[in-house]
């Protein structure tokens, strides 16, 4: 009896850590200080093919991650990147971020055991310099039988709120 309830605790605290797994891998660039007092704003990238919203989506994930480091940004609704910003905008913010989805697949996962995967560049330009002052990729995967997330914006939050915490002052 005690070697069934062991098999099955082991089982179960193999199948529990299977579920709530995901992957990251990150690359920064140098280490860059920006100052919360300063202001910032978020472009509002194109949708990933055949991914409806996930353009507003991952860039309202990234006004709630810069807002959890002290930082109001505002969204530029009318500008999917950088380029397209206009300078009469560009003039009323310090900071533009803008988010780039290379690759966005939202699956099933409790359902199609496939993951969800993220590819998200994501820059941040000196609006007075057009300097680049910070460039964070995040490639991330959900387990394949992931419970916590139900899109591949969920993968943002963790590695994203981790590196501006360190860079944001």
């Known amino acids: 009896m005690k070697k069934i309830l062991a098999f099955l605790l082991a089982a179960y605290s193999m199948i529990f850590l299977a579920c709530t797994t995901t992957s990251f891998t990150v690359h920064e660039s140098e280490p860059t200080t920006l100052s919360k007092a300063e202001t910032f704003a978020?472009?509002?990238?194109?949708?990933?093919?055949?991914?409806?919203?996930?353009?507003?989506?991952?860039?309202?994930e990234l006004q709630k991650v810069l807002a959890g480091c002290g930082v109001n940004a505002s969204l530029l609704n009318?500008?999917?990147?950088?380029?397209?910003?206009?300078?009469?905008?560009?003039?009323?913010?310090?900071?533009?971020?803008?988010p780039t989805i290379t690759y966005w697949e939202d699956n099933i996962a409790t359902w199609s055991g496939k993951p969800d995967k993220l590819l998200l560049v994501i820059t941040i330009y000196k609006t007075k310099t057009s300097e680049v002052m910070d460039t964070f990729t995040i490639d991330a995967e959900s387990s394949s039988i992931f419970?916590?997330?139900?899109?591949?914006?969920?993968?943002?939050?963790?590695?994203?709120?981790?590196?501006?915490?360190?860079?944001?002052?």
């Open 42 to 60: 978020i472009t509002v990238p194109n949708d990933y093919p055949d991914e409806s919203k996930s353009g507003i989506t991952t860039s309202l």
């Open 147 to 169: 419970f916590g997330a139900n899109d591949p914006v969920d993968l943002i939050k963790e590695p994203s709120s981790v590196h501006y915490g360190k860079i944001i002052k």
């Open 78 to 98: 009318r500008f999917p990147d950088y380029k397209s910003v206009n300078a009469e905008t560009k003039a009323k913010y310090d900071y533009i971020v803008e």
